[in-house]
């Protein structure tokens, strides 16, 4: 059996540890024992429906009550679990069928495991001829014991953000989880008898489904788990749970930090909440702004948040999860540089006075990682130096599959390119400076879209989170930008124009260039992905 299996079947067989859902209206606590005997008897399900080693099920659940044994019972039959992209009110429902077809035929899905809230997509899913199945149905079945697992079988084929229309997967085998639970373990220093997480993080996004769920059921650590719409609908359900359960480790993207903030700003008073107890929040996901880091320390101080509980994190699923931790009980590292400098000559210089930019370090690599920068000609790069960030290492994905079938995502070398733009410090460290298709080059600059974005976001009216930079005319000599943003206020022309000016003169403060235009949106109208980033290139068509 697969060190990756043997370890959470043997470990849910000891621990008293378990997993806590249903909050805040109907909580309910699960020990890991308990719910390897309802994977068990899912498992009976599965393998009557005939999954068997090697098989890809797909799953369409909302419940981490109900994706967790079922996630385990997937990996008792030897198969690999892809969690479906989940429709919204939202959503065009037979778009989302089509869009959903498209995976499940991608990755040759043997079977579709349907749970709440989603039952009522069952048939559309059924009306193209795969199998379905629901919870409900397989938790009915006889238990069945697990069968023969190997290293190098695939656990999960992760959805990459957006993945519609051309669905591609990342291969994540049983052993790149082990090698990545256990580096994250070491890095955040877990002690399974006194840490409680707490995790609102959707379980169709690596962070939410590996870091936040495959993990601590591996090791058997105490897990309070809710869903995003939980999060959306309670507006401070986050830090209620934390002082609830004395969690002492969370997690979650740069923006819903922000929104925290708001929140405790706006909803709460100094005592309503202990926060003390938490002593690793990670940052991740997208890009972490320093400001944002500490606008939420200053706003959690009066409930005892303490500011070296805050850890910048680097990650994506093509590391399994998780490649580089800041360290615990430091919190946020801010490394300062001549902007200028950073963006003619691609070098990172500090600096304290002119025009500088605040970089958020994201600490060392993980154990079983190893990193390097290269230039556009691949000549690797000295500390301090900007360019593409590739890694190599035991986490690390073998590849993909694609409509083109498997695609391997390392080089002859193992190295895996990223497509994040970045430099190493001299201790090793980590920085992201932004995403190399993103990148806007004007005059010879680089001009980084997180820039325009933060600087956009400072206007009054303009919704958290919801501006976007977009790249116009790109890689000709008249390449330049536009700035969308979301606001309540779209529908009043003066509040519109005021807007529309203000983004102009804050972006030229902080990138000295000015967007080719500003367009003031409905809130909604920005493309994201499932799990909350912008999509930029998608956000074209509303700036053109």
Wanted: hydrophobic share 45%; charged share 20%.
């Amino acid at each position: 059996m697969s060190q990756f299996t043997e370890t959470m079947f043997q470990n849910a067989r000891w621990s008293m540890k378990g997993m806590v859902t249903g909050e805040p209206d109907a909580p309910v606590r699960h020990t890991w024992a308990e719910v390897h005997a309802r994977a068990c008897r899912i498992a009976g399900g599965l393998a009557a429906a005939g999954v068997g080693h090697g098989d890809a099920v797909a799953v369409l659940a909302g419940a981490p009550v109900d994706i967790a044994p079922t996630a385990q019972g997937i990996w008792i039959r030897g198969a690999s679990v892809t969690m479906l992209h989940q429709p919204t009110p939202r959503t065009d429902l037979l778009r989302w069928a089509e869009e959903t077809a498209a995976v499940l035929d991608t990755i040759d899905a043997k079977t579709v495991v349907v749970g709440e809230p989603f039952l009522p997509a069952a048939p559309l899913i059924a009306e193209r001829g795969m199998r379905v199945v629901t919870t409900d149905e397989l938790l009915k079945s006889t238990a069945v014991r697990p069968i023969q697992s190997y290293d190098d079988d695939l656990a999960l084929m992760q959805l990459t953000s957006g993945s519609t229309g051309s669905p591609k997967a990342v291969h994540i085998t049983h052993a790149n989880v082990v090698a990545n639970a256990e580096a994250m373990f070491v890095g955040a220093k877990v002690d399974l008898d006194s840490d409680v997480i707490v995790s609102w993080l959707p379980c169709f996004h690596d962070m939410g489904m590996t870091g936040f769920l495959t993990v601590p059921m591996y090791f058997g650590v105490e897990l309070i788990k809710v869903t995003p719409m939980d999060f959306l609908r309670d507006n401070l359900l986050w830090v209620k749970l934390i002082d609830k359960y004395k969690a002492t480790m969370t997690a979650a993207p740069n923006f819903a930090y922000t929104l925290l903030a708001k929140r405790l700003r706006s909803l709460a008073t100094p005592g309503d909440f202990d926060l003390s107890s938490l002593r690793w929040a990670l940052s991740g996901a997208e890009q972490v702004d320093p400001a944002d880091v500490e606008n939420l320390c200053a706003a959690g101080a009066p409930h005892g948040l303490a500011p070296e509980a805050i850890l910048p994190a680097y990650g994506m699923a093509e590391t399994t999860v998780a490649a580089s931790f800041s360290a615990c009980g430091v919190g946020m590292t801010v490394d300062e540089v001549d902007a200028d400098l950073l963006a003619v000559l691609h070098r990172a210089v500090p600096a304290t006075r002119g025009n500088t930019r605040r970089l958020v370090t994201l600490g060392r690599l993980l154990d079983g990682l190893e990193a390097r920068i290269v230039d556009e000609d691949g000549v690797v790069l000295s500390a301090r130096g900007v360019g593409v960030i590739q890694l190599r290492g035991e986490p690390v994905t073998p590849g993909y599959t694609t409509v083109a079938g498997f695609i391997s995502a390392q080089d002859d070398q193992g190295w895996y390119d990223t497509g994040d733009l970045g430099y190493l410090t001299e201790k090793d460290e980590i920085v992201v400076c932004g995403r190399l298709k993103d990148v806007i080059i004007m005059a010879g600059r680089n001009i980084y879209p997180t820039d325009i974005e933060r600087a956009a976001a400072r206007v009054d009216g303009v919704r958290p989170g919801c501006a976007v930079a977009v790249r116009l005319d790109a890689g000709h000599s008249r390449e330049s930008f536009a700035v969308a943003v979301e606001s309540k206020e779209f529908g009043d022309r003066e509040a519109v124009r005021r807007i529309e000016h203000q983004v102009v003169h804050e972006v030229v403060i902080e990138v000295n260039a000015r967007p080719r235009s500003v367009v003031v949106l409905a809130p909604g109208i920005i493309p994201k992905t499932p799990s909350g980033k912008l999509r930029r290139a998608h956000a074209l068509s509303l700036v053109t």
